[in-house]
């Protein structure tokens, strides 16, 4: 069972938990539990044998799979792509997509959405250090 839950909040940063990603089910929302501005991270779970119930592209974001357990195939464009732990999905918002679990385990995913073209800085670009 999830334990989804706002830890802490403050004006200038917020905490929160999803529980034991070893037992995770189900899907998460971070911008629904920080009030993310920027970007949406959303936790992901498939039991053996089960998919996404839909195909679906978006309008504007671009996602990222970052696989944390088990296997399967994210369908990209009508192409089978197979994925296991380890693996990293870079997804343009006008491709059409979906995802099943093909192994024996759950197939437990993060998936990150930001606006297609808007990353102007990143780290190295971005970071200040501090004294």
Same mark, same amino acid.
């Given at each position: &069972?999830?334990?989804?839950?706002l ?25 629904? &539990? ?35 357990? +088990? ?11 197979p994925?296991?732990s +380890? ?36 780290? &190295? ?7």
């Amino acid at each position: &069972m999830n334990k989804t839950e706002l830890v802490k909040s403050t004006e200038g940063y917020s905490v929160a938990t999803v529980g034991n990603l070893a037992s995770f089910e189900g899907k998460a929302f971070v911008k629904d &539990m920080l009030g993310t501005t920027s970007v949406e991270l959303s936790f992901g779970t498939l039991a053996p044998g089960t998919s996404v119930p839909f195909f679906h592209h978006h309008k504007q974001n671009e996602e990222v799979y970052v696989v944390l357990s +088990g296997e399967g195939v994210f369908v990209l464009d009508g192409v089978e792509e197979p994925v296991a732990s +380890g693996s990293i999905i870079r997804v343009a918002p006008s491709v059409s997509r979906n995802t099943k679990c093909t192994g024996d385990t759950s197939l437990v995913y993060i998936c990150i959405q930001g606006k297609a073209g808007s990353l102007e800085q990143y780290t &190295m670009t971005d970071g200040v250090v501090e004294e």
